[in-house]
């Protein structure tokens, strides 16, 4: 078979999506969004004070991880609840898109952000 001026060895394919600092451009997008409107940010900062608060034990001490969890579930929930309705090739792109947000990546920077302010 022709090499057609490609090298003998195999290239691998880059599979790095990351994007302005997030796992991908649909987490970016999302969280921009997040951050960019002043009401829905403090909704949920306000709901991952409250997931974190919820897994205060009798030290008081906090478990970051489960509050991620619990918020994670939530943001996926409440975004897919609220997608427009759509049919065709353009719902087939949006939930492709919205199945690469990395959920739990927005909802630590909002438990961290949370922890933060409870320091204070």
Same mark, same amino acid.
Request: charged share 25%; proline share 2%; net charge negative.
């Given at each position: *078979?022709?090499?057609?001026?490609?090298?003998? @060895?195999?290239?691998? *394919?880059?599979? =790095?999506? #990351?994007?302005?600092?997030? @796992? +991908?451009?649909? @987490? &970016?997008?999302?969280? *921009?969004? /997040? =951050?960019?409107?002043?009401? *829905?940010?403090?909704? &949920? !900062?306000? +709901?991952? #004070? %409250?997931?974190?608060?919820?897994?205060?034990?009798?030290?008081?001490?906090?478990?970051? =991880?489960? %509050?991620?969890?619990? /918020?994670?579930?939530? /943001?996926?929930?409440?975004?897919?609840? +609220? /997608?427009?309705?759509? @049919?065709?090739? %353009?719902?087939? !792109? !949006? +939930?492709?898109?919205?199945?690469?947000?990395? &959920?739990?990546?927005?909802?630590?920077?909002?438990?961290?952000?949370?922890?933060? %302010?409870?320091?204070?």
């Amino acid at each position: *078979m022709p090499n057609h001026g490609q090298s003998s @060895t195999n290239k691998q *394919m880059t599979t =790095d999506k #990351s994007y302005n600092g997030y @796992t +991908n451009y649909e @987490t &970016w997008v999302v969280n *921009m969004w /997040l =951050d960019n409107d002043q009401g *829905m940010h403090d909704f &949920w !900062l306000e +709901n991952a #004070s %409250a997931a974190l608060e919820n897994t205060e034990d009798q030290e008081g001490e906090f478990d970051v =991880d489960q %509050a991620v969890s619990d /918020l994670e579930d939530r /943001l996926k929930e409440e975004h897919e609840e +609220n /997608l427009p309705e759509i @049919t065709g090739f %353009a719902a087939d !792109l !949006l +939930n492709a898109a919205m199945s690469e947000v990395n &959920w739990s990546e927005i909802a630590r920077s909002l438990v961290e952000s949370a922890v933060e %302010a409870a320091k204070s």
